[in-house]
């Protein structure tokens, strides 16, 4: 799959050194993935979940949310927010228009 932003990501991961590995590794994983739905994304992310139109990576324990747009069809996936638990909890990035 082809990731759209991976700057605006590595910049949003450089505020919390404590899970480079974990997007490192997520980055790698994705690059060579060629999913076609949910389903087979929760083959190597048990945890992922689709709240709106988005997917959601629990990161690092459930610490980070990683929030990303799967387009299946054309093997996009578009890098949206990298959010502590509570920052997720507080549910600002509901308001993204592409929610």
């Given at each position: ?9 590595r910049?949003d ?11 490192d590794?997520w ?5 060579q ?11 190597i992310?048990r945890?992922?979940?689709?709240v709106?139109?988005f997917?959601i990576?629990?990161?690092?324990g ?21 959010l ?7 549910e ?5 228009p592409y929610?």
């Amino acid at each position: 799959m082809k990731i759209i932003s991976i700057s605006y990501l590595r910049k949003d991961a450089a505020k919390y050194p404590d899970v480079k590995k974990q997007i490192d590794n997520w980055y790698a994983a994705v690059k060579q993935a060629q999913w076609q739905n949910l389903e087979e994304v929760r083959r190597i992310y048990r945890d992922a979940e689709a709240v709106g139109n988005f997917t959601i990576f629990n990161l690092k324990g459930n610490h980070y949310r990683l929030i990303v747009g799967i387009n299946y069809e054309t093997q996009v996936i578009y890098y949206k927010y990298l959010l502590t638990h509570a920052e997720y909890d507080k549910e600002g990035w509901k308001n993204d228009p592409y929610f």
